[in-house]
């Protein structure tokens, strides 16, 4: 069963950090690319970034410096270490798996920055 399950989200206070994890089962996961996106209320879904199944990155400018994307591939894992967190990081975080001819998501995962 294909499927990836993120987990970490949370409450957090402003300049606070968190860890998403994305644990992907039924898929070489060695295959995909593995990305974060976000999705704020009334906004649409953005990248946040993206790790190459060779381990290069991408970010969005809003989270260069404050975010890392990283993988386990022996862990079938991808994960992203989000510091100095702001409240405009609030959202909903997707994982997502992307092949040549697959593009999956997981369930998402709810990150709320509050004082």
């Known amino acids: 069963q294909v499927q990836l399950v993120e987990s970490g989200g949370g409450l957090v206070q402003p300049g606070g950090s968190l860890r998403l994890s994305c644990a992907a089962s039924?898929?070489?996961?060695?295959?995909?690319?593995m990305g974060w996106y976000r999705q704020a209320p009334g906004k649409q879904r953005e990248l946040v970034g993206s790790?190459?199944?060779?381990?290069?990155?991408i970010y969005a400018d809003s989270v260069k410096g404050r975010f890392t994307i990283s993988r386990d591939n022996a862990k079938i894992t991808v994960y992203l270490q989000m510091n100095s967190l702001k409240p405009e990081d609030t959202a909903v975080y997707y994982c997502?798996?992307?092949?040549?001819?697959?593009?999956?998501w997981g369930q998402g995962t709810q990150v709320t920055v509050s004082s």
């Open positions: 997502n798996a992307r092949s040549f001819n697959r593009n999956l």
């Open positions: 790790i190459s199944s060779y381990g290069s990155t």
């Open positions: 039924g898929i070489i996961f060695s295959d995909y690319a």
